[in-house]
T-cell receptor, first 110, second 113 residues
Framework: SQKIEQNSEALNIQEGKTATLTCNYT??????LQWYRQDPGRGPVFLLL?????KEKRKERLKVTFDTTLKQSLFHITASQPADSATYLC?????????FGSGTRLQVQP | DTAVSQTPKYLVTQMGNDKSIKCEQN?????MYWYKQDSKKFLKIMFS???????INETVPNRFSPKSPDKAHLNLHINSLELGDSAVYFC????????????FGEGSRLTVL
């Protein structure tokens, strides 16, 4: 069956460091992969979309990689700030809807 | 102006009751969704409508019935509420389906006692 795995344990890092979050998937061949940010009590907010033929995508301090051979996406936040603390969700495009991972909570310590 | 708005934000009710959650989007998108987020934070697709037509119904009990009076609205009606229905329900919309970003509402937290 199709499965999306994100590290369920929280990631704690110091301000200014690079945060790296992992999304692994099995039994999928997604044409698109997306990353969202979710703050407590709020809806997810779109961050980046990467296509299967793209290796890397950047937006300001954010970088996403997509390795369809390893079936893995990495999400990087450089020069992290306490305001980056949130849960980050990866989502894979199925035929008709996005399927989400359970998310990884990032805590950036000042 | 809120792009995707849901009401109510909180809903506390007894088992066996019937309740509705409303959703409206002012983005002009063709596709709307209902997702359920349980206590473990998994976001699971429930329904999807494209231009008022149901295109996804993911193994959701018949007690859940979506209604789309027009492409800007997608409401969720739940009959005979059960304890396991307690969750946060998110409405979302998109223009390009899975090829584009989803815009989510703020969520409706349903608590069944």
């Amino acid at each position: 069956s199709q499965k999306i795995e994100q590290n369920s344990e929280a990631l704690n890092i110091q301000e200014g460091k690079t945060a790296t979050l992992t999304c692994n998937y099995t039994n999928y061949s997604p044409a698109y992969l997306q990353w969202y940010r979710q703050d407590p009590g709020r809806g997810p907010v779109f961050l980046l979309l990467i296509r299967e033929n793209e290796k890397e995508k950047r937006k300001e301090r954010l970088k996403v990689t997509f390795d369809t051979t390893l079936k893995q996406s990495l999400f990087h936040i450089t020069a992290s700030q306490p305001a980056d603390s949130a849960t980050y969700l990866c989502a894979l495009a199925g035929r008709r809807a996005l399927t989400f991972g359970s998310g990884t909570r990032l805590q950036v310590q000042p | 102006d809120t792009a995707v708005s849901q009401t109510p934000k909180y809903l506390v009710t007894q088992m066996g009751n019937d309740k509705s959650i409303k959703c409206e989007q002012n983005l002009g998108h063709d596709t709307m969704y209902w997702y359920k987020q349980d206590s473990k934070k998994f976001l699971k697709i429930m329904f999807s409508y494209n231009n008022k037509e149901l295109i996804i119904n993911e193994t959701v009990p018949n007690r859940f019935s979506p209604k789309s009076p027009d492409k800007a609205h997608l409401n969720l009606h739940i009959n005979s509420l059960e304890l396991g229905d307690s969750a946060v329900y998110f409405c979302a919309s998109s223009q390009d389906g899975v090829a584009g970003e989803l815009f989510f509402g703020e969520g409706s937290r349903l608590t069944v006692l």
